[in-house]
């Protein structure tokens, strides 16, 4: 099916006077680790956070393992609650957070800008080198023997914990530098490196989502590391600002972490939508049904965002005045939110769609998006979060929108421009296999957890009451399925790496500007200076036309 | 409907009088929910098919965009739905949020990991709150350590029990019944274990219970006696409806049954009897006694007296509790006379004398000594506070070489518990109730 593009739309000729790609244009270790090439260090960015999505998938197992029975499976209870706390700080601080920002987001975004790097090269290497160091700070807490506070730290139990808090926490806060350099370079980039004629109405909305994104990374991270610096003090020190016994007030950290904490939840799922505001209009071949509804949505949910967080403390103690205040704001979150999948399934219509992988993860998306985001709006909803709250139907929310939808826009991400990224194509036919392996995997792990939350089986339970046992095991076997369909699907992207059929500068025949590139790109991306002065989702135009205006 | 809704949900069974009306609401909610998401994906791959691509691309039409109307109209329809929903599930809030006026109050603390009711006549229970049905009752939660969460889901409420502040929650039970509380918010290695119990009484018999209390709930109240396999649901004859829970009453449960030492057996009967309930191990003063270095010490009496803590001793405080009790404590210990094997207070004992040594306290002085008067052993009133430490640290205790365990003592058996279960209430007399103070400076009892 991927074949129709290709009939019209011939891909630019690799013809030998085109440039050595990135990959090719240098060799060695040092020419790596010392690179200032934004498509190397987003590739570096690649392997980590795959490692680190693979430490934290196999604590997710070990956890699912241990939930098989009431009680004693394979670990003891300090170790399963040290274990889900690694699983969550894994889980979101070095995979969910970094990933499409840093690995898509520093390849692509330039090359869509008609930039030939990022604004900072040198900062975004140290970004790199910055998220090794609070990843080795944070593993090296792990092996240090881990924290068991959960990976929202609330004291005074944080205080009082005897595990080993401070590593954990110190890692957390240099991650969180690396996030901010992040950022920095993104907005600059978007502000100062867009290509000529490129106006702000016509950015791709994969930039868009990224640039919101870094504005709530630049605005919350700071926060974040000053609540995490506080309970640090109090856990080493015995300050004693959250604590209680010497007059803090436990109550306080709590604002001041989901201040954070709930814009990264839109740090983890803005980009997820722009990788699918990428992929919707590329495969339906016409222009999304309305940009500046994607767009101003984007920016919307950047904005409303920090004003919901208090929807996590409806059972704290806050006042019920403060609680309908926070609810409502969060409605408006599912609002924007429910605008973009309008428009995305509007996309659709009338389109010329071409079934693929990336479009078949679409789908997952759509789904699982819409049903995470729905429940969310459920657990809004004061009344029925005071049932829900802290039970294991807000893990199956939260992880229908972190995985469903993050996870799997990141999968997307990975077959969509994985033939831009390394120049092969992968196996259609596995690809579309594992995807509906992981979807089914997904909703066979997480469906069973919105009713166990119904029945009201609490979050971070290690022993549980026999009735709930039923419903563990079909989500632990859900799990396994994931994990499996997991390995296939980087089985078979690792295999097209060296044994892929070499791609064509524009597989898909998307208008999208990083098409007009040679796959892989050259290390300065496009040749001269690109006039980039019309819409990426151009679809009026045919490929050759594309590339004339593009002067490419 | 509600019945057929509520099933289907797994929702458990409405037992507080907000609880339906919350329901109504997550039907609706939850229903919506599945709906649209099946909707817009069935939606999605309808165009899918319809307009797949058919050999090789046109250009694009530019005015094929679905009618604005159609978005608009369902966006507008979204926004007044979750608009409706916040404003119903707001006044439901406010409505669980608010207690009514004439609410009994009851007192709740919470520490690592259990829950403490008090009653304004000066009554205490442990992990069981009666309550009259048909009436409301008002807890007032504090925590003597970290947050915990008090979530009753039979109820539909839940509330964090901070400590330092006081929160209010309010219920009335329907019927006569039990119902499971469980800790929601993580409180530390045994979070999971930390539950208790509602039982809801007729009025009669709350009554009965509030006169007969000050003794035995069991003997004031025989028909309570439930028994019966775990996760039983079904009204058990002459009992209560509502779940029999067997929860472990500590994670030396889940340790393997192969033979153990005395010591580790002595500090899982010293979990499944509930001692650790009112006894640390760990020199932090508690309800009762600290075992941590409490073999071999002098022991101050209520009376005046001083006593050695040896076996003699140590034995007969188990089965006689009152006979000669620990200066600074509360009198408030049931004996374990006839409930506890010979092999387990042995085991007890052992684990007592395993612990002699503490890090950071002057070792006591060798048993057989001469007693000498001197500072209050461990876990007296009004010494520093003590951070918990995790059961683990039990392990690191140093415990004489194992000894291989006589077949007749055995292991308790797995799930239910030796008679009688633990869980019924240590009920406390005579005194007044203060409410209790938020930060874990000594003692809890006045």
């Known amino acids: 099916m991927t074949a129709a593009p290709t009939e019209t739309a011939p891909p630019l000729p690799d013809g030998p006077e085109s440039e050595p790609s990135y990959l090719a244009v240098e060799s060695g270790l040092w020419s790596w680790l010392n690179t200032r090439d934004h498509k190397r260090i987003a590739l570096m960015f690649y392997v980590t956070v795959l490692g680190t999505f693979l430490l934290g998938g196999t604590f997710a197992l070990a956890l699912r393992t241990e939930l ?125 490196l867009r290509a000529r004629g490129m106006r702000w109405s016509q950015i791709p909305l994969f930039v868009w989502t990224i640039y919101g994104t870094s504005i709530i990374m630049l605005l919350a991270t700071p926060v974040l590391g000053m609540s995490l610096l506080l309970v640090g003090l109090d856990h080493g020190l015995g300050l004693g600002i959250f604590d209680p016994a010497v007059g803090g007030d436990p109550v306080l950290f709590e604002h001041i972490f989901w201040f954070y904490s709930h814009p990264a939840v839109y740090i983890m799922i803005l980009p997820a939508m722009g990788v699918i505001s990428e992929v919707v209009p590329t495969f339906a071949h016409r222009r999304p049904a309305s940009y500046t509804a994607i767009a101003a949505s984007t920016l919307g949910i950047a904005f409303v965002g920090f004003f919901t967080w208090g929807h996590h403390m409806f059972v704290a103690g806050i006042s019920t005045y403060d609680a309908g205040v926070f609810g409502i704001l969060s409605m408006f979150v599912a609002i924007f939110s429910a605008i973009k999948v309008f428009t995305w399934t509007a996309t659709l219509y009338k389109g010329q769609i071409v079934f693929s992988t990336p479009l078949l993860y679409f789908f997952a998306f759509l789904f699982l998006f819409v049903f995470g985001g729905m429940t969310g709006v459920a657990v809004a909803t004061q009344s029925l979060d005071v049932h829900w709250h802290d039970t294991y139907f807000v893990v199956a929310h939260f992880h229908f929108i972190m995985v469903g939808g993050s996870v799997t826009a990141f999968l997307a991400a990975a077959h969509y421009w994985f033939p831009k990224m390394f120049g092969r194509m992968y196996s259609e036919r596995v690809g579309l296999l594992s995807a509906s392996a992981v979807f089914l995997g997904f909703v066979l792990t997480f469906l069973p957890q919105f009713l166990l939350g119904n029945m009201g089986m609490p979050r971070r339970y290690y022993s549980y009451p026999a009735q709930f046992q039923w419903l563990h095991v079909l989500s632990t076997g859900g799990a396994y399925l994931l994990a499996g369909a997991l390995l296939l699907t980087f089985t078979n992207l690792a295999l097209a790496l060296k044994w892929g059929e070499k791609a064509p500068a524009n597989p898909w025949g998307s208008r999208s500007f990083e098409w007009l590139t040679p796959s892989p790109p050259p290390k300065h991306n496009f040749r001269g200076a690109p006039n980039l002065d019309y819409s990426p989702y151009d679809y009026t135009m045919t490929d050759e036309e594309a590339h004339a205006r593009a002067g490419q | 409907m509600n019945q057929l809704l509520r099933t289907v949900l797994f929702l458990p069974p409405q037992a507080s009088t907000v609880a339906q009306g919350i329901d109504f609401l997550h039907y609706s909610v939850i229903l919506t929910t599945m709906f649209g998401a099946t909707a817009i994906t069935v939606v999605g791959l309808m165009f899918l098919i319809r307009y797949r691509a058919r050999g090789p691309f046109r250009r694009e039409d530019p005015d094929a965009n679905p009618p604005l109307w159609a978005e608009v109209g369902v966006v507008g329809g979204l926004l007044s739905l979750f608009c409706l929903w916040w404003v119903i599930g707001f006044m439901q809030y406010v409505k669980i949020q608010v207690p009514p006026e004439d609410a009994l109050p009851v007192y709740v603390t919470a520490k690592q990991w259990m829950w403490k009711f008090a ?41 964090d029990a901070v400590p330092g502040r006081y929160t209010t929650a309010w219920f009335e039970v329907k019927e006569p019944g039990v119902h499971l509380v469980m800790c929601a918010e993580y409180c530390g290695t045994n979070h999971s274990l930390m539950r208790a119990q509602v039982v809801a009484l007729a009025p009669e018999d709350y009554a009965r219970w509030l006169a007969g209390a000050r003794r035995d709930a069991e003997t004031s109240l025989p028909h309570l006696v439930t028994g019966g396999p775990p996760g039983e649901t079904t009204p058990v004859p002459g009992g209560l409806p509502g779940p029999i829970e067997d929860t472990p009453l500590s994670v030396e449960e889940f340790a393997p049954a192969t033979p ?122 009004g010494q520093e506070p003590v951070r918990p430490l995790p059961v683990e640290t039990l392990q690191r205790v140093p415990a004489p070489p194992d000894q291989p365990l006589p077949a007749e003592q055995g292991l308790p058996p797995p799930g239910r518990l030796p008679n009688p279960p633990p869980r019924l209430p240590i009920v406390v007399g005579g005194t007044p109730v203060v409410p209790p103070a938020p930060a874990s400076t000594g003692g809890s009892s006045p």
């Open chain 1, 68 to 192: 098989l029975t009431p009680r004693r499976t394979i670990m003891d209870a300090m170790t399963y609650n040290r274990m889900f706390t690694l699983h969550g700080v894994t889980m979101v601080w070095l995979f969910l957070i970094p990933s499409i920002p840093t690995v898509f987001g520093n390849f692509i975004l330039p090359i869509q800008l008609g930039a030939k790097d990022l604004a900072f090269p040198k900062l975004n290497l140290v970004s790199f080198y910055m998220f090794l160091l609070g990843l080795a700070t944070t593993v090296g807490g792990m092996l240090a023997g881990g924290t068991d506070t959960g990976w929202t730290f609330y004291p005074p139990y944080s205080d009082l914990t005897p595990t080993r808090l401070v590593p954990v926490l110190l890692g957390i806060f240099i991650l969180g530098i690396s996030t901010i350099l992040t950022g920095v370079n993104f907005v600059a980039t978007t502000h100062m």
């Open chain 2, 119 to 159: 009653y304004p006549d000066g009554e205490h229970t442990i992990s069981t709150l009666y309550v009259p049905s048909g009436k409301a009752v008002r807890l007032m939660l504090t925590s003597r350590d970290v947050i915990h969460s008090f979530y009753v889901p039979d109820f539909r409420i839940k509330q």
């Open chain 2, 260 to 381: 153990l030492s005395m010591v580790r057996l002595g500090t899982q009967v010293a979990g499944d009897l509930g001692c650790l309930r009112c006894h640390t191990l760990d020199g932090s003063p508690h309800i009762g006694p600290t075992w941590a270095g409490l073999y071999g010490a002098a022991v101050p009496l209520a009376t005046g007296e001083t006593v050695l803590a040896d076996e003699a001793y140590l034995t007969e405080s188990m089965m006689d509790p009152l006979a000669r009790l620990h200066a600074g404590f509360p009198a408030v210990m049931p004996s374990y006379h006839g409930l506890i094997s010979p092999g387990q207070t042995a085991a007890i004992l052992e684990l007592i004398k395993s612990i002699r040594e503490v890090p950071g306290r002057a070792p006591a002085p060798v048993a057989g000594l001469a007693p000498t008067l001197g500072p209050p052993p461990a876990g007296a009133i």
